[in-house]
């Protein structure tokens, strides 16, 4: 059990590295404008998560793609959200929730 929680907490910690503060404010104001923005954003999250993979000994370079991918497609739809000025709070718990998902999936498999 024991084992579990540490996992659970180094995967939320990489998350939040990768998800806010790898992400700087140049990224966070420019990712919903501009694709390759969004694309280094989504790479350097997922890297975040893989290296907890690493760890874990479940690392596979499917892993890699699909936590890419993954991000991409979240937080493009969550970005579009945005500049529509329709992002709701609703709309960030699905983004969280999705994400922890992909990690959930990753670590599982």
């Known amino acids: 059990m024991e084992s579990f929680i540490y996992t659970v907490f180094n ?3 990489l998350h939040l590295l990768g998800d806010y503060v790898f992400q700087g404010s140049v990224i966070s104001f ?3 404008k501009n694709k390759l923005i969004l694309l280094i954003h989504s790479i350097i999250w997922s ?3 893989f290296f ?6 479940k690392e596979t370079v499917w ?3 699909f936590l890419i991918v993954g991000h991409f497609l979240i937080d493009y739809w969550k970005c579009n ?6 992002l709701l709070a609703r ?3 699905i983004d969280q929730g999705l994400h922890l998902l992909q ?3 990753c670590v599982l498999l």
């Open 11 to 13: 995967f939320l910690f």
């Open 30 to 32: 420019n990712k919903g």
């Open 47 to 49: 890297y975040c998560i």
């Open 52 to 57: 907890g993979l690493l760890f874990i000994d």
């Open 63 to 65: 892993k890699i793609l």
């Open 81 to 86: 959200k945005r500049n529509n000025n329709q």
């Open 91 to 93: 709309d960030i718990y």
């Open 103 to 105: 990690i959930l999936v």
